[in-house]
């Protein structure tokens, strides 16, 4: 069955330490894998995909097939990057997306 | 353009009673989702819509949910008899006719609490 797993409820570090929020998947296909962000009081938005490579705000993730994973990552966290941080697995045989349980990260001063 | 809209942003019912959220999909976007937020839960799939079609309802319970998305007017998330366990948030999304299924754009949510 497809699954996301965020493994962390809540991470918690400091201004400018580095940042890894941890995700695995469950999927007997080719994944599409993405990561959807919500701020305090803002709606949930996409922040990446893993098919585009890109960096956005200081993020990258990659897919790591042979573990499963598709982690986050920024060197540096910033205040701002305090929210909800959901993994999410789409498959696109049915249109759908199957979202980790979000994992809170806050940013210490 | 205004984003997905969606009302009531709170909505309280007593055990057995009708809820009815709406959804309005941001202009031009004819792909509508709904998910389901129950605390401590990431967001779970329920069904996806196109105006006057259900393409996928297999995230819904068999009773007492339906949805649908008429050619005018927002899409509909009706919970019949409503019980304590149906008490979460429900989001909306939407997506446009030409893009790919994952570029969905969320609503607020409504929070639906049952007493």
């Known amino acids: 069955a497809q699954r996301v797993t965020q493994p962390e409820k809540l991470l918690s570090v400091f201004k400018g330490a580095p940042v890894e929020l941890k995700c695995n998947y469950s999927?007997?296909?080719?994944?599409?894998l993405f990561w959807y962000v919500q701020y305090s009081r803002q709606r949930l938005q996409l922040l990446l995909r893993h098919i585009s490579r890109e960096s956005i705000k200081g993020f990258t993730a990659d897919l790591n097939k042979g573990e499963t994973s598709f982690h986050l990552k920024k060197p540096f966290a910033q205040e701002e990057d305090s929210a909800m941080y959901y993994c999410?697995?789409?498959?696109?045989?049915?249109?759908?997306?199957?979202f980790g349980s979000g994992t809170r990260l806050s940013i210490r001063p | 353009n205004a984003g997905v809209m969606q009302n009531p942003r709170h909505l309280v019912r007593r055990r057995g009673q009708e809820a009815r959220l709406r959804c309005s999909p941001m202009?031009?976007?004819?792909?509508v989702y709904w998910y389901r937020q129950l605390p401590e839960e990431g967001l779970k799939f329920m069904v996806y819509?196109?105006?006057?079609?259900?393409?996928?309802e297999s995230g819904m319970p068999k009773e007492r949910f339906s949805a649908e998305f008429p050619k005018e007017g927002p899409s509909i998330l009706r919970i019949q008899q409503v019980v304590r366990g149906d008490s979460a948030a429900y989001f909306c999304?939407?997506?446009?006719?030409?893009?790919?299924?994952?570029?969905?754009?969320f609503g607020p949510g409504t929070r639906l609490t049952v007493t």
């Open positions: 999927y007997s296909g080719s994944p599409e």
């Open positions: 202009k031009g976007h004819s792909h």
């Open positions: 819509l196109q105006k006057e079609n259900i393409i996928d």
């Open positions: 999304a939407s997506s446009p006719p030409s893009g790919a299924f994952y570029e969905q754009y």
């Open positions: 999410a697995l789409a498959y696109s045989s049915a249109s759908k997306i199957i």
